[in-house]
């Protein structure tokens, strides 16, 4: 963690100095918003369906998908970005895709029943990959005990990685996803963010942890991003971002007609992210998720930074929860309430303690900022 002189806050979005690596310009206006003003927003159209360009993406697919099962795969969590994507994926694209869905051992009832709604609904067939739980919660033990920030790691691990090499396995060569820019201008700190490095996760693993990973499924970004990508032919699809997509608009839809449910908070996917995400994280490392993704739907143009402001002094996690959840947590890891806050109570670490290939994977990124693949600020 590095030490800043005196606290300051974006004057436009709601970032702060709880970002170590923010800067400000002299009215206040930190880069998060400048990068967004000069290489997001002239090219971000959220008024505008481009459906012509979204049936051109779609030809291509359903031609590749001629005489197999499916013609592409789409990971389903339950949560709005992805159940909208199927109903886009199925009614506005008319493909066939395969729903696949990971069980980490976290998921919420009210995910598991819009998943099943969705699925339902649409008539889509659906493969649920189940991880192994004495290997998750031995690495997920690691990573506590690793100290480290990014806790969310080894859930999105798994489920990236048993998404693309079944997808691999089976010779399903679209991937449709969920993430779409109009609503993920702003990414956490860097340091907050598990960016996929494999290495650094064998590394906690092997200091801290007792179980051998036999089934956990892992993949590396070099054999995504070249493997993958250039050998199988693997390619991502981003559909949303040929639509409209209005949160709002799209939990209506998809409650009328699939009876599905939103989330309390739609950011707290599962006991374990609210945990980490409310707790954890603002506790032991002075960082809010929230303010994020409050500013990206403040430059979006969502909601006003006083809203943001208000929602951010409301902290709705009540502390009775926190306490049930520590427990439930420490009892799904096999351990007890005070071990676990042992465990949490140890010093911060980041991910340069451990082995890591952060920086190639830095490198990648400024490569894609450079030819335009990513745009969103990475420092
Ligand atoms: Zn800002």
Same mark, same amino acid.
């Given at each position: 963690?590095?030490?800043?002189?005196?606290?300051?806050?974006?004057?436009?979005?709601?970032?702060?100095?709880?970002?170590?690596?923010?800067?400000?310009?002299?009215?206040?206006?930190?880069?998060?918003?400048?990068?967004?003003?000069?290489?997001?927003?002239?090219?971000?159209?959220?008024?505008?369906?481009?459906?012509?360009?979204?049936?051109?993406?779609?030809?291509?697919?359903?031609?590749?998908?001629?005489?197999?099962?499916?013609?592409?795969?789409?990971?389903?969590?339950?949560?709005?970005?992805?159940?909208?994507?199927?109903?886009?994926?199925?009614?506005?694209?008319?493909?066939?895709?395969?729903?696949?869905?990971?069980?980490?051992?976290?998921?919420?009832?009210?995910?598991?029943?819009?998943?099943?709604?969705?699925?339902?609904?649409?008539?889509?067939?659906? %493969?649920?990959?189940?991880?192994?739980?004495?290997?998750?919660?031995?690495?997920?033990?690691?990573?506590?005990?690793?100290?480290?920030?990014?806790?969310?790691?080894?859930?999105?691990?798994?489920?990236?990685?048993?998404?693309?090499?079944?997808?691999?396995?089976?010779?399903?060569?679209?991937?449709?996803?969920?993430?779409?820019?109009?609503?993920?201008?702003?990414?956490?700190?860097?340091?907050? =963010?598990?960016?996929?490095?494999?290495?650094?996760?064998?590394?906690?693993?092997?200091?801290?942890?007792?179980?051998?990973?036999?089934?956990?499924?892992?993949?590396?970004?070099?054999?995504?991003?070249?493997?993958?990508?250039?050998?199988?032919? =693997?390619?991502?699809?981003?559909?949303?971002? %040929?639509?409209?997509?209005?949160?709002?608009?799209?939990?209506?839809?998809?409650?009328?007609?699939?009876?599905?449910?939103?989330?309390?908070?739609?950011?707290?996917?599962?006991?374990?992210?609210?945990?980490?995400?409310?707790?954890?994280?603002?506790?032991?490392?002075?960082?809010?998720?929230?303010?994020?993704?409050?500013?990206?739907?403040?430059?979006?143009?969502?909601?006003?930074?006083?809203?943001?402001?208000?929602?951010?002094?409301?902290?709705?996690?009540?502390?009775?929860?926190?306490?049930?959840?520590?427990?439930?947590?420490?009892?799904?890891?096999?351990?007890?309430?005070?071990?676990?806050?042992?465990?949490?109570?140890?010093?911060?670490?980041?991910?340069?303690?451990?082995?890591?290939?952060?920086?190639?994977?830095?490198?990648?990124?400024?490569?894609?900022?450079?030819?335009?693949?990513?745009?969103?600020?990475?420092?």
């Amino acid at each position: 963690m590095m030490n800043r002189e005196e606290y300051q806050r974006c004057s436009k979005c709601v970032m702060d100095t709880s970002d170590t690596k923010i800067s400000f310009d002299e009215n206040g206006v930190c880069d998060h918003c400048r990068n967004f003003e000069k290489k997001i927003k002239p090219f971000w159209k959220p008024q505008e369906n481009r459906f012509e360009e979204l049936e051109q993406i779609s030809k291509v697919i359903r031609k590749a998908g001629k005489g197999k099962e499916y013609d592409c795969i789409l990971g389903l969590s339950g949560g709005v970005d992805s159940s909208y994507l199927a109903y886009i994926a199925k009614e506005v694209m008319h493909l066939r895709p395969l729903i696949y869905v990971v069980d980490t051992g976290w998921n919420l009832n009210v995910a598991v029943e819009n998943i099943e709604k969705i699925v339902k609904g649409l008539k889509l067939d659906m %493969y649920t990959d189940v991880v192994n739980w004495k290997e998750m919660a031995d690495l997920q033990l690691s990573y506590f005990k690793a100290q480290v920030p990014f806790q969310d790691a080894p859930q999105d691990h798994a489920i990236f990685a048993s998404l693309y090499n079944y997808a691999v396995k089976h010779h399903i060569k679209y991937v449709l996803t969920g993430s779409n820019r109009s609503t993920e201008f702003v990414r956490p700190p860097l340091e907050y =963010m598990p960016l996929n490095d494999l290495r650094l996760l064998k590394d906690i693993h092997k200091k801290y942890g007792t179980k051998e990973l036999r089934t956990f499924p892992l993949c590396g970004i070099f054999k995504y991003r070249l493997l993958y990508r250039y050998l199988y032919g =693997m390619k991502r699809v981003f559909p949303l971002d %040929y639509v409209i997509y209005d949160k709002e608009n799209a939990e209506k839809l998809l409650h009328d007609r699939f009876g599905w449910t939103r989330y309390e908070n739609k950011h707290y996917e599962n006991v374990f992210t609210r945990f980490y995400e409310g707790y954890y994280l603002v506790n032991k490392f002075g960082y809010d998720t929230r303010k994020n993704v409050l500013s990206s739907q403040i430059l979006a143009g969502m909601i006003s930074r006083d809203e943001a402001l208000s929602i951010l002094s409301n902290n709705t996690y009540e502390p009775e929860q926190i306490e049930q959840d520590k427990e439930y947590i420490a009892k799904k890891l096999g351990i007890n309430k005070e071990e676990f806050e042992n465990i949490i109570s140890g010093e911060n670490k980041t991910w340069m303690d451990y082995k890591n290939v952060m920086k190639l994977i830095l490198f990648g990124a400024k490569v894609c900022r450079f030819f335009g693949i990513e745009s969103r600020n990475l420092r």
